[in-house]
T-cell receptor, first 115, second 115 residues
Framework: QKEVEQDPGPLSVPEGAIVSLNCTYS??????FMWYRQYSRKGPELLMY????GNKEDGRFTAQVDKSSKYISLFIRDSQPSDSATYLC???????????????FGQGTILTVHP | GAVVSQHPSWVICKSGTSVKIECRSL??????MFWYRQFPKQSLMLMAT?????????EQGVEKDKFLINHASLTLSTLTVTSAHPEDSSFYIC???????????FGSGTQLSVL
């Protein structure tokens, strides 16, 4: 079993739709949770991060963490064609020091938002 | 803002040759750098962690004699793929954290194709 499971999709939605992306994980020691956006053959770009259960909102993006269920989600409201990319969840054991950068990634979900 | 510059963005080489990939931090001191590998439609997998002035720490299953990492300064880390073979063809991405801020930044990646 992979430490982090993410449905690879692909996911295709119309412009304006609400998108829900999810990851489950098996290691309860993960403390720090992130969502990255990656365009083809580019480095990942950090979208959201959180280190506690609950919701965190930033513009059209909402990150949700449920540590009891080992489940995280990213919601995108009013999706735009420019949101089309691969979305990766990532986790680390600690929020600081060297461990901060040792990320375990999900497989990534390919999202296409069509006009 | 702080960025990580990675070069080259793509490289094609013959089997048996060595390839060097550079990762430079701009506007911040990268005390720790991380090297990831991403095969097509798969997640980023951490290969190794390097701290400035120290030997790199490799993840299980990564051959340290094949993937040579040097982090001799606070702004530069290099990954050398020695005696490259077609199975080493992959997308390699570096990331860095340091001061000020201790944020994590990713490079833009290097697509390596070994013929």
């Amino acid at each position: 079993q992979k430490e982090v499971e993410q449905d690879p999709g692909p996911l295709s939605v119309p412009e304006g739709a609400i998108v829900s992306l999810n990851c489950t994980y098996s290691n309860s020691a993960f403390q720090y949770f992130m969502w990255y956006r990656q365009y083809s053959r580019k480095g990942p770009e950090l979208l959201m991060y959180t280190y506690s259960s609950g919701n965190k909102e930033d513009g059209r993006f909402t990150a949700q963490v449920d540590k009891s269920s080992k489940y995280i989600s990213l919601f995108i409201r009013d999706s735009q064609p420019s949101d089309s990319a691969t979305y990766l969840c990532a986790m680390s054991l600690n929020a600081g020091g060297t461990s901060y950068g040792k990320l375990t990634f999900g497989q990534g979900t390919i999202l296409t938002v069509h006009p | 803002g702080a960025v990580v510059s990675q070069h080259p963005s793509w490289v094609i080489c013959k089997s048996g040759t060595s390839v060097k990939i550079e990762c430079r931090s701009l506007d911040f001191q990268a005390t720790t750098m991380f090297w990831y590998r991403q095969f097509p439609k798969q997640s980023l997998m951490l290969m190794a962690t390097s701290n400035e002035g120290s030997k790199a720490t490799y993840e299980q299953g990564v051959e340290k004699d094949k993937f040579l990492i040097n982090h001799a300064s606070l702004t530069l880390s290099t990954l050398t793929v020695t005696s490259a073979h077609p199975e080493d063809s992959s997308f390699y991405i570096c990331s860095a954290t340091g001061f000020p801020g201790e944020k994590l930044f990713f490079g833009s990646g290097t697509q390596l194709s070994v013929l």
